[in-house]
């Protein structure tokens, strides 16, 4: 059954508004490769707009409307965002699903972490109540000093196709809960729930302006954003090499800025563990979201005592994931986002196999589906460490296995990277477990598992995978500035300087 595509216009200042040049973007269901509706398209006209509309916002009623609320005031917007997300639930996960390919199960839990973000932010929104006015101790007893959190200001917020409403959600909650108001650039590739967060804004009364969402390409819109002189901050999620550019543009008026780039992250697997727990977590932790995930851990790293076995189950387990359209029931892998990704996938694989490398299983369309973005995922052997398929970040479902002989290998072949995102270890070992864990140069550990994720707890990496936290606490900090008030509590005058004579 056809799911309806709702038309949108830009959201700017509380409202759907027609770009400026009038173009829009064609949205392809990457399941069937068809046309099956149309975005707007921002340009740096439209880009001026939504800025000034969020500066505006900021001091409208000298900032009692928004910026200098309080946490409790904002709050209560984020939590009716929060339930109109579980209320569309159903509705939003399809629409994701058609739009980036992502099984429906997938995206519908995706949605269960969006509005589980709102309603943790609208929490730290509440407790920012507490944390007003905080006093500092100083060595001296003539000086008394608090210290005033206030919002960042306008901040220019770009997220990526893989998880299109729970990236910019990770942004948006955070920045909103602070006070701050923001201009949202969701990438062009699936910007469908992205913009129906727009309609929930007006449904729940979101003061015009605090949040404005522009679709576009990134040449357009989202280099108009990050270069922006008007605009306080940046926060981006994407490939490292856009986000060079992102970092280039935002310098030049030294506006901070946040990066959760690439990654090409380890999963270690020790000979003392349940093997098939293990192969388990191992497709989990590369094929999930079709194998479309900055955290990926798409290399392999098991015991050779082990590893012949372990391969075995590796492949018969990949064998068996179920590849269809995202909307079937029990579907494990979808397609990849579109046709340009889809060939980008191809290439590594045929690259690793010109280098020497052996595909022991997928790599190529499944026979079974000969329209759409499909690809089977790929287990790659025989790898070393000079390969493309080693040092570069695929962004599909393409897993590459090495071995290892002793923990302090294991160790060297994780840390073998310009990524510092993420990694995995499995061991019965748990001391073993702690020692890897501190030894591999990342921002994120998963112990006998890969790629569970908090909202409470933060996000970010190290390298070349970024800078900068997300979620958690430290996630709205990034969106606030700390301001320092002294005041000299003494009636005597300071007398460093001889007053002049009567």
């Not at 007003?132 to 919002?151: G, Y």
């Not at 019965?428 to 702690?434: G, K, N, P, S, T």
């Not at 430290?474 to 002049?500: C, F, H, I, M």
Request: hydrophobic residues 40%; charged residues 25%; proline residues 6%.
């Amino acid at each position: 059954m056809a799911i309806p595509i709702p038309s949108r216009q830009l959201f700017i200042d509380g409202d759907w508004r027609e770009p400026v040049k009038k173009n829009r973007i064609p949205v392809i269901n990457p399941a069937t490769e068809l046309i099956i509706g149309d975005i707007p398209a921002a340009t740096a006209e439209d880009v001026d707009i939504a800025v000034e509309a969020a500066r505006k916002a900021l001091k409208r009623n000298g900032g009692k409307d928004w910026a200098s609320a309080s946490g409790a005031h904002r709050a209560k917007y984020l939590r009716a965002i929060a339930s109109k997300i579980v209320e569309k639930k159903a509705e939003l996960a399809k629409l994701e699903s058609i739009d980036c390919g992502k099984p429906l199960e997938e995206a519908a839990w995706d949605m269960d972490d969006v509005a589980g973000c709102f309603e943790y932010n609208a929490d730290l929104a509440e407790a920012l109540d507490k944390k007003q006015n905080a006093s500092v101790t100083l060595p001296m007893d003539t000086f008394k000093c608090h210290l005033i959190r206030e919002p960042i200001g306008v901040v220019g917020l770009i997220s990526p196709w893989n998880y299109p409403l729970l990236m910019a959600t990770w942004k948006v909650a955070p920045a909103l809960a602070a006070g701050c108001a923001a201009v949202l650039k969701p990438s062009e590739l699936a910007s469908l729930t992205c913009l129906e967060l727009g309609e929930i804004c007006k449904e729940v009364g979101l003061p015009p302006g605090v949040l404005n969402i522009l679709p576009g390409l990134g040449p357009e819109a989202g280099a108009s954003l990050a270069s922006h002189p008007d605009v306080d901050k940046i926060a981006f999620t994407g490939s490292s090499v856009t986000g060079s550019k992102v970092m280039t543009a935002a310098a030049q008026n030294l506006k901070p800025v946040t990066l959760e780039l690439g990654g090409k992250s380890p999963i270690v697997i020790f000979n003392d563990v349940d093997i098939d727990k293990a192969v388990e977590w191992t497709l989990f932790g590369c094929f999930w979201t079709n194998g479309q995930i900055c955290s990926a851990t798409s290399r392999l790293l098991v015991h050779e005592s082990i590893a012949d076995e372990f391969v075995d189950k590796l492949v018969k387990w990949t064998k068996n994931i179920k590849i269809s359209d995202p909307l079937e029931e029990g579907c494990r892998l979808g397609p990849i986002v579109s046709g340009s990704q889809y060939e980008k996938v191809l290439k590594f694989v045929s690259t690793a196999k010109s280098e020497g490398a052996t595909v022991l299983c997928g790599g190529e369309r499944p026979p079974h589906l000969q329209k759409g973005f499909y690809i089977e995922p790929a287990i790659i052997t025989n790898v070393s460490t000079s390969m493309q398929i080693w040092k570069e970040e695929v962004f599909g479902p393409v897993l590459c296995v090495k071995t290892f002989a002793t923990e302090e290998e294991a160790i060297e072949l994780g840390n073998d990277t310009h990524y510092g995102l993420a990694a995995a270890v499995i061991s019965d070992d748990l001391e073993r477990c702690d020692r890897v864990s501190k030894a591999l140069d990342v921002g994120c550990v998963w112990v006998n598992c890969s790629q569970p994720c908090f909202c409470q707890a933060p996000w970010g990496g190290k390298k070349r995978s970024g800078f900068g936290r997300e979620l958690g606490e430290w996630g709205l900090e990034n969106y606030q500035n700390v301001k320092q008030v002294t005041r000299y509590l003494s009636d005597e005058a300071w007398g460093w300087y001889k007053p002049p004579s009567q």
